[in-house]
């Protein structure tokens, strides 16, 4: 069955490094997402990606964050100069467009902690 | 603007027991879709059961269904005949075009 899969499962960084997480969404989807699950919270909406730019981001996302799909098969989110706040599970998603991301499911990663120290 | 509500945080059943998880939600859309995903320990998020808000029958899948009342806006999960691996946070989350997210419920299922 296909899955979302995302590396690295962990990562653990210093305060003001950049990081750079990554997933490989489902090979045929088109509508691609981020969130965030701070611990003991509930999940965040940051970012969808859809035809090569971004279609909407919440307020969460500043200027700290980006996306990218750099090739066919990755996209990346990439976090220039992390802060303590920014330790959370991110989790990747992708969705089919048939019938539109209206009303698709999302089929989610097994996500990333990143834990900043 | 989207919102959802969970307003249990906390809930327990028995093994074989049948629970409800309430969901609650507002939206200004007209044809919207509405998901309870299940994260389990290893903090994975795996959907449980999706509800098309123009059809009138609630979704079943196996051991869970929905109980959707449309003009209540109230979308509950019920799993009967509960087991073990049960035991996860459930989160009710509906589109359009992202997903918001409820709180989650924390369910137990005990023996």
């Known amino acids: 069955e296909p899955e979302v899969t995302q590396t690295p499962s962990h990562q653990v960084t210093q305060m003001g490094q950049e990081v750079i997480l990554r997933c490989v969404p489902i090979s045929n989807h088109l509508y691609f997402y981020w969130y965030r699950q701070i611990l003991g919270q509930k999940v965040e909406f940051l970012v969808s990606f859809y035809n090569n730019e971004i279609s909407e981001k919440s307020e969460i996302f500043d200027d700290q964050f980006s996306v990218e799909r750099p090739d066919g098969s990755n996209f990346t989110l990439k976090i220039r100069s992390t802060k303590l706040e920014d330790s959370a599970m991110y989790f990747c998603?992708?969705?089919?467009?048939?019938?539109?991301?209206?009303?698709?499911?999302?089929?989610f990663g097994q996500g990333t902690r990143l834990t900043v120290v | 603007a989207q919102t959802v509500t969970q307003s249990q945080p906390e809930m327990s059943v028995q093994e074989a027991e049948t629970v409800t998880l309430s969901c609650t939600y507002d939206t200004s859309e007209s044809n919207y879709y509405l998901f309870w995903y299940k994260q389990p320990p290893s903090r994975q998020m795996i959907l449980v059961i999706r509800q098309e808000a123009y059809k009138q029958q609630n979704a079943t899948e196996n051991r869970f269904s929905v109980n959707f009342q449309k003009a209540a806006k109230s979308f509950s999960l019920k799993i009967s005949d509960s087991q073990l691996g049960d035991t996860a946070m459930y989160f009710c989350a509906s589109p359009p075009r992202k997903l918001t997210f409820g709180t989650g419920t924390r369910l137990q299922v005990t023996l």
């Open positions: 998603a992708s969705s089919d467009p048939a019938g539109g991301a209206l009303s698709t499911e999302a089929f």
